[in-house]
């Protein structure tokens, strides 16, 4: 459905007292991501993962690099020839207090992308309410007790849940899903991913989930890939559950280490890896990008940036010049669909 090919972007930004500065958001990112399929990317706050969000639902542009859905390449294409390849991919916005007009009625926030497509189509509006019925008891709410309401009449886990029925209101075959969650109570967020994976397997939508949660991305994308993404690099990727049981990247284990134990208090070991410092995006980036964190990094990680190669047979790929499987102690991640 989607091929990203080398996919990079760059801001430039000139401040007052920081001066002209240049952020290296995405640098060269490749996946596939196949119909029906899941792809997630992981990472800390500021690596990269909304703006790949925004590429691919068009909202923002990139650099270099190829973007091809449907194996058309959309780049090449004229703004108006675009419109309907990037009509078939939507975004479920991180926030769904911010995301939907607080002086309309879900009735209309519903109803007036349903009309633009009924007229882009041909068909009539008659039967628009009626649809947006449809969508509202397709994620679990009821119309009659919501249609009429407006936003801040709504809880949070209801507001996410008409967020994702208007993504789905013109019929799309990806759903690109922005920290769905990370907004909603802790109570509510398993209704809204069961939600997700019930769209992913009843309609074959194809989702791209983008989280700093591993345990939701393995819940998400079971059975699709995984891709670990630092300051705007992938530093490993694979299938979901071989990463998050073996991760060979140390950025990967560090994620995976900073998961809380839940057994009782325990003291990092040998594989249960220290809090990293904080992210400096001004630090060197000649070499390897996460060697001024790193644990293991050594001066030859600070001479040449490594590249995105196999790990032996598997389907594991990383960018480290010391790749170790070892197993993160403490770290109890459900299996998908538990």
Do not use: W
């Not at 397709?138 to 407006?150: F, H, I, Q």
């Not at 594989?271 to 790193?294: V, Y």
């Not at 790929?317 to 197993?327: D, E, G, S």
Request: proline fraction near 8%; charged fraction near 25%; include cysteine.
């Amino acid at each position: 459905m989607i091929e990203a090919r080398g996919l990079t972007r760059t801001y430039r930004t000139r401040g007052a007292f920081t001066g002209e500065r240049t952020v290296h958001a995405l640098r060269s990112v490749d996946f596939i991501l196949p119909k029906g399929g899941a792809v997630s990317f992981i990472g800390e706050s500021g690596c990269g993962k909304t703006t790949l969000g925004k590429i691919l639902t068009g909202i923002e542009t990139f650099d270099g690099g190829e973007l091809l859905i449907d194996g058309t390449e959309v780049s090449k294409l004229p703004p108006r020839k675009r419109a309907p390849y990037f009509r078939r991919i939507q975004m479920i916005h991180q926030d769904p207090y911010s995301a939907l007009n607080p002086t309309r009625t879900i009735d209309q926030i519903l109803g007036d992308p349903l009309r633009m497509r009924a007229r882009a189509t041909g068909a009539g509006s008659s039967g628009v309410r009626g649809r947006a019925a449809e969508l509202l008891e397709l994620v679990g709410l009821e119309p009659d007790g919501v249609l009429p309401k407006y936003p801040h009449q709504l809880s949070g886990g209801q507001r996410q849940r008409v967020v994702i029925a208007r993504a789905l209101t013109v019929d799309p075959e990806v759903l690109i899903a922005d920290e769905a969650v990370s907004m909603i109570d802790v109570s509510l967020r398993l209704g809204i991913l069961a939600l997700l994976h019930d769209l992913r397997t009843r309609l074959g939508i194809s989702l791209v989930f983008i989280t700093h949660d591993v345990a939701t991305a393995r819940y998400i994308g079971a059975g699709g890939e995984l891709h670990v993404i630092y300051r705007g690099q992938v530093i490993e990727r694979g299938p979901t559950d071989d990463i998050i049981q073996a991760p060979v990247h140390p950025y990967t284990q560090c994620l995976l280490s900073a998961v809380p134990i839940m057994r009782g208090r325990e003291e990092p070991g040998p594989d249960r890896l220290e809090p990293l410092a904080p992210l400096d995006e001004k630090a060197p980036a000649d070499g390897c990008l996460f060697a001024p964190r790193c644990p293991f990094a050594d001066e030859g990680c600070s001479a040449a940036r490594p590249a995105l190669e196999q790990l032996g047979n598997t389907g594991q790929h990383h960018a480290c010049f010391h790749p170790a499987p070892r197993r993160v102690v403490g770290v109890e991640i459900q299996p998908a669909g538990v």
